[in-house]
Structure formats: C-alpha cells, structure tokens
C-alpha cells in the first residue's frame, strides 16, 4: 500500500494537481436558511408595456480584485442575455454588495424600494439567504447564482448548479446502462455528506440499489486506507458501479489511480466535472468513467458571443446571470398575467438558458439538462446528448 501510496503521489505532482492541503471543494457556506419554505408570492404588479426593472446583485466593492472581476462577467453575461431577449425591454440596474450578506441585503431593499420587480444575484450564499428575507414582504423574488440548496425556498431560487441534479442524472443513465448496484464513497466533510446524501437519494429513485457507502478522511492517507472498505463494499455487495463524490482538486485522482490497482473492475462514476482543471484529463484512473456536464453545443456558443464581445472569455459562473435575465425575459413574453410570480418562474417547461434548458423548482432548487461524457485518450467524448426540453430522455 506504501508503494501505491508514493506512486499515487508522483502522479499528483507530474499533473500539477493538489496533494491535498491546499483543495477547492463545492462552496457551501454554513448559514441559517431563512424560515420561508412555505412562502410564495403572486409577483409584482407589472406593466408588460413598459421596461422591466430588473435588479443584479454582483459582488462589486468589497476590496476583492477577484470578486470584482466576477461581477464584471456577471454584469456583461446580462446585458449580453438582454440583446438576445425580443419584445421585452429590460431597465438593468447593478448594485455591489461587495460580498457581504448585510450589504446586499440592504442593497436589495433599495432596489426594490427603486422599483426592481425581480433580483438576480447574489452570488454568496449567506447573502443570498439575507436578501431573501429583505425583500420577503415585497412580492419580489430573487434567482441567486448560489448552487446551496440549504437557502432555497420561498421567495429565493437557486441558479447555480446542485448535486442533486447532478446525481439524478447520472444515476438514471447509469441504471438505462446496467449499472445498477452502486457503492458510494465520499468524504467526511460537508460537501461529500451533501454528495453522498444527493446520491443515495437518486439511486432510491431510480429504483437502483445502494450496495455500500465509504466514506474517509480528507487525507491522502485517509484516501489510501479507504481503499481496501471500498473493494470490500465493491465485491460483498456485487456492485458495478463506483460513485465518487470528490472533486478532482481532492481525492479524485487517488481514487482513480488506487482502486484500478487494487482490483476494483466496476465502472467509475462522478458526481463533479471531470474536466476542470484540464489535466485531470490526462489522469489513467479517469479513462472510461463518467460525468455530467452542461450542453456541449450551447455552453460553446454562450463562449462564443461573449469573447466576440468583450474579448475575453466570461467567468464560468456568468452563464448564471445570462440565465437569470433569460428567465425574466421569456417571462415576460408569456400570457401569465402575474409573470414574475412564483407560479410562473416555475413553469414545467422551463427556459433556454447560456449553457441548455433548466426549470426552476418550487422549493427553489433546480433542474437543468445535463450531458453524459467519457474520457477516451485523455479526451471527452458525449455518450448521451444533453436534452432538448423537459418530458423527454435525460429526465
């Protein structure tokens, strides 16, 4: 296991990969969900004849060179959705909220109290959820970039994607593909808990069978002895398929490079991109496992335009506040009477967003149209296309 251990460790430092220490995990800010689960609202009142006042809440101000770079992206991701939307005339209007929770509370108060019918933003979770519960009594609902489920609900909306969504799609393909009986392993912090709850979920769903859970510290040695629990999980229960929580700034390499080795056969499956950073595409453990990620075709031209407008490539994140004002303007172009209201941001049929179609969930999650992938030669291959709308084959 030593000789695994060291190998596993020069492949890490070969692909300029984290060797933990220094590891990136899904944000998920540890914040109070404010008590609105139950809240809906039937919308400001809004003239369609006249500009919609919309109000984006980006992370400007805060002393942050990073942050307000982000809101810059989040700000032209917008105005490029407004040059898309046809028959609808959208009033912008940015404020900063410079990071902080109370800030872009009392920010949202005043864009409301400026006439904004809808907040996109923010992006934090913690001041998602304050923004939420400022503007609770106002009829105005708020779509925040955040993918933390734990803030949804009532007036809040998540837009950022969620393991949830994630782990439905993958484990319905898994199960159309045979792979049916499946470990999870997953590490002991928040995000992997959060991963191995979304999964478990999915696999009950499906109809699947949960044949073990793993769980280790976030070490390299905790990675290293989990190995063996996992193999064992693996042949006890029959599985054919493995599902890794980690992200590949985490445990993901080892797991891939370890469980080969150890004798483990069962398709690998993952729960985050596989994709970012680039070299994790080069990893062996890798080749042949699976992963979701958003429309190939569109996530391309949503680039496209964006670099063909400002000359840089946008922040991955801004395709969420292209979404939000997407949302809005298909909104608008509806027959609802009330089309900022809860009912109607949360329409079956969803909305053609920057990177494919998404809907918005009464709880305040979300739902969006992921892409099956592989990796083969250290390439990614589409084995199942996005889909096209809600009802069909992906959902």
């Not at 009986?181 to 949960?210: E, F, K, M, P, W």
């Not at 929580?245 to 993952?270: M, N, Y």
């Not at 042949?288 to 429309?295: E, K, N, R, T």
Request: proline residues 5%; contains cysteine.
């Amino acid at each position: 296991m030593f000789a695994l251990f060291q190998s596993a460790r020069k492949t890490l430092r070969r692909l300029k990969l984290p060797i933990f220490g220094s590891v990136m995990t899904m944000t998920l800010a540890a914040c109070d969900p404010a008590a609105l689960t139950s809240l809906s609202n039937n919308g400001p009142k809004v003239d369609k004849n006249a500009p919609v006042a919309v109000a984006l809440l980006v992370p400007r101000g805060g002393g942050s060179a990073s942050d307000d770079l982000l809101a810059q992206s989040l700000e032209n991701a917008a105005r490029l959705a407004i040059r898309d939307v046809q028959g609808v005339q959208i009033d912008l209007r940015v404020y900063g909220t410079g990071g902080k929770a109370a800030t872009a509370a009392s920010q949202a108060a005043q864009a409301v109290n400026d006439g904004a019918k809808i907040i996109i933003g923010p992006l934090y979770a913690e001041a998602a959820n304050a923004v939420g519960v400022a503007v609770a009594g106002q009829n105005v609902n708020v779509l925040a970039f955040s993918n933390n489920t734990t803030i949804a609900g009532g007036n809040v909306f998540v837009l950022g994607p969620t393991f949830q969504n994630t782990a439905n799609r993958m484990v319905s393909y898994a199960k159309s593909q045979g792979k049916d009986r499946i470990v999870v392993t997953h590490a002991q912090d928040v995000a992997g808990q959060l991963g191995r709850n979304a999964v478990s979920n999915a696999i009950a769903s499906a109809g699947s069978t949960l044949v073990g859970s793993v769980e280790y510290p976030l070490s390299q040695q905790g990675v290293v002895a989990a190995i063996p629990k996992i193999k064992a999980a693996v042949d006890t229960g029959a599985a054919n398929a493995v599902f890794m929580t980690s992200p590949s700034a985490s445990a993901l390499p080892l797991l891939t490079q370890l469980l080969p080795e150890a004798g483990v056969k069962s398709q690998f499956i993952g729960l985050t991109r596989w994709d970012i950073p680039v070299q994790t595409l080069d990893l062996p453990g890798v080749q042949g496992g699976w992963f979701a990620l958003p429309d190939p075709a569109r996530s391309a031209a949503f680039r496209s335009k964006y670099e063909a407008a400002y000359g840089k490539a946008p922040h991955p994140i801004a395709a969420l506040s292209f979404d939000g004002i997407a949302a809005v303007g298909a909104l608008m172009n509806g027959k609802k009477s009330s089309p900022l209201s809860t009912g109607a941001i949360t329409q079956s049929a969803g909305f053609q967003g920057a990177t494919g179609i998404f809907r918005l969930r009464a709880d305040g999650t979300n739902e969006r149209g992921l892409a099956i992938a592989t990796i083969r030669n250290s390439q990614v291959v589409v084995i199942d296309n996005a889909p096209a709308g809600f009802g069909g084959a992906g959902f």
